[in-house]
């Protein structure tokens, strides 16, 4: 595996982007990324805005974040047996001809039954390409601590496309036209997802797996239905903060202004994740992920106290402190627990349950905000995120002695 050294008083983020051929396959998953901050947000303003209902907005947009959840572990899967070439180029063409699809419909007028399968076969063959990059990071790096800041530095990139993603679509959506969201995030996919591709030297090599040993499912491994669990949660607080902030900035006469509060969710997250990423810690990752987790109930129960687009920006950077460094915290756990020729699809697994946990947390949003407005449409995410912290309390030895019996 391709190293660099490096001085211990370098910049621990350039000394990893210094590995042969990290930065471009980083830049190109970071373009191929764009899409899943605004694909979400897209497609809630484009049906809100052409069939006027947030309820609807909501059932499409979990419809396709339901599909992509679902099914791209299953990709991930192939990747792993494949190869990342061979399954992510077609999946990345039949991904942007649905999304093309749905843009055609919505602007078409089409009842919601014909969004529905439009929707599903844009999300369900969309990649993951965050776990795309790592799983490459994986094979180019065999230094644990370089590792942890090559995985905090994607961390960071998600959260700068969580910044960038949802400002563009707003301002797009609510300035240009309602469907040209999703035109850009169309654009983006196909130029990223192909730059990605065509990177072959950094391609992690196929992992035969031992076929005398019998591997269960990597979602039965022990330890991971718990992430599952707290991941799918914490994608709950995403999915319905995307339809709840843009119904508090519509009723607050500044709907254009969403986008920015969300970016300033991410910024926090970004900014947390970036200092993460650069230090070393030798506390167990366990009781780390359990102190972010926890940290995460009454950061997000901030919302509730927001009457105004600044108050929420400001409940926001504080809630989005805790989120990179858990996911970066979680992203490790997984490689802790899977052999290596499942790696790819646990990682996955991470963002799926994000996935899921968005699209029903869009759905549920959406039906909040419609029957009883935006201030009641809070609740989903500050439930979600209470219960995410509970869990992974109960759940702290079990996950402490799974992480200890290392595969």
Same mark, same amino acid.
């Given at each position: 595996?391709?190293?660099?050294?490096?001085?211990?008083?370098?910049?621990?983020?350039?000394?990893?982007?210094?590995?042969?051929?990290?930065?471009?396959?980083?830049?190109?998953?970071?373009?191929a990324?764009?899409?899943?901050?605004?694909?979400?947000?897209g497609?809630?303003?484009?049906?809100?805005?052409?069939?006027?209902?947030?309820?609807?907005?909501?059932?499409v947009?979990?419809?396709?974040?339901?599909?992509?959840?679902?099914?791209a572990?299953?990709?991930a899967?192939?990747?792993?047996?494949?190869?990342q070439?061979t399954?992510?180029?077609?999946a990345?063409?039949v991904?942007?001809?649905?999304?093309g699809?749905?843009?055609?419909?919505?602007?078409? +007028?089409?009842?919601?039954?014909?969004?529905?399968?439009?929707a599903?076969?844009?999300?369900?063959?969309? =990649?993951?390409?965050?776990?795309?990059?790592?799983?490459?990071?994986?094979?180019?790096?065999?230094?644990?601590?370089?590792?942890?800041?090559?995985?905090s530095?994607?961390?960071?990139v998600d959260?700068?496309?969580?910044?960038?993603?949802?400002?563009?679509?707003?301002?797009?959506a609510?300035?240009?036209?309602?469907?040209?969201?999703?035109?850009?995030a169309?654009?983006?996919?196909?130029t990223?997802?192909?730059?990605?591709?065509?990177?072959?030297?950094?391609?992690?090599?196929?992992?035969?797996?031992?076929?005398?040993?019998?591997?269960?499912?990597?979602?039965?491994?022990?330890?991971?239905?718990?992430?599952v669990?707290?991941?799918?949660?914490?994608?709950?607080?995403?999915?319905?903060?995307?339809?709840?902030?843009?119904?508090?900035?519509?009723?607050?006469?500044?709907?254009?202004?969403?986008?920015?509060?969300?970016?300033?969710?991410?910024?926090?997250?970004?900014v947390? =994740?970036?200092?993460?990423?650069?230090?070393?810690?030798?506390?167990?990752?366990v009781?780390?992920?359990v102190?972010?987790?926890?940290?995460?109930?009454?950061?997000?129960?901030?919302?509730?106290?927001?009457?105004?687009?600044?108050?929420?920006?400001?409940?926001?950077f504080?809630? $989005?402190?805790?989120?990179?460094?858990?996911?970066?915290?979680?992203? =490790?756990?997984?490689?802790?627990?899977?052999?290596?020729h499942?790696?790819?699809?646990?990682?996955t697994?991470? +963002?799926?349950?994000?996935g899921? =946990?968005?699209?029903? $947390?869009?759905?549920?949003? $959406?039906?909040?905000?419609?029957?009883? $407005?935006?201030?009641?449409?809070?609740?989903?995410?500050?439930?979600?995120?209470?219960?995410?912290?509970?869990?992974t309390?109960?759940?702290?030895?079990?996950?402490?002695?799974?992480?200890?019996?290392?595969?």
């Amino acid at each position: 595996m391709p190293q660099t050294a490096a001085s211990p008083r370098s910049n621990p983020y350039a000394a990893v982007l210094r590995t042969p051929g990290a930065l471009k396959f980083s830049a190109a998953g970071a373009l191929a990324r764009l899409p899943m901050s605004m694909v979400g947000i897209g497609a809630v303003l484009m049906v809100q805005g052409l069939y006027d209902s947030y309820a609807m907005a909501g059932r499409v947009a979990a419809v396709l974040g339901l599909a992509q959840a679902f099914v791209a572990p299953q990709i991930a899967r192939w990747v792993d047996r494949r190869g990342q070439r061979t399954v992510l180029l077609p999946a990345l063409l039949v991904s942007v001809a649905g999304l093309g699809g749905l843009v055609t419909a919505a602007v078409l +007028g089409a009842p919601e039954w014909v969004l529905w399968p439009l929707a599903a076969v844009a999300g369900a063959s969309q =990649g993951s390409y965050g776990s795309m990059v790592r799983a490459r990071w994986n094979h180019a790096l065999d230094d644990p601590r370089k590792l942890h800041t090559a995985y905090s530095l994607e961390s960071s990139v998600d959260e700068l496309v969580f910044i960038v993603g949802p400002v563009l679509a707003t301002t797009l959506a609510t300035a240009v036209a309602a469907p040209s969201a999703l035109v850009v995030a169309g654009v983006a996919a196909l130029t990223g997802g192909l730059l990605f591709v065509v990177q072959r030297a950094t391609e992690p090599a196929v992992v035969p797996p031992d076929t005398e040993v019998r591997h269960r499912p990597v979602v039965l491994v022990p330890g991971m239905p718990v992430l599952v669990l707290v991941f799918v949660a914490m994608g709950m607080i995403f999915g319905s903060m995307e339809v709840v902030t843009v119904a508090f900035a519509e009723e607050r006469g500044s709907k254009g202004a969403a986008g920015l509060v969300l970016a300033v969710f991410a910024l926090g997250s970004m900014v947390a =994740g970036l200092a993460y990423g650069a230090r070393h810690f030798t506390s167990p990752a366990v009781r780390r992920f359990v102190i972010g987790m926890v940290a995460l109930g009454p950061g997000v129960s901030l919302f509730l106290l927001a009457h105004n687009l600044w108050a929420l920006a400001a409940a926001m950077f504080v809630a $989005g402190l805790a989120i990179a460094p858990t996911v970066i915290t979680g992203n =490790g756990l997984v490689q802790d627990m899977v052999a290596g020729h499942q790696l790819t699809e646990a990682l996955t697994w991470v +963002g799926t349950s994000i996935g899921i =946990g968005a699209s029903l $947390g869009a759905s549920v949003a $959406g039906m909040r905000v419609d029957d009883a $407005g935006a201030d009641a449409g809070f609740l989903v995410p500050v439930a979600a995120a209470w219960f995410a912290a509970l869990l992974t309390l109960a759940a702290s030895r079990t996950l402490r002695r799974q992480a200890a019996a290392q595969p």
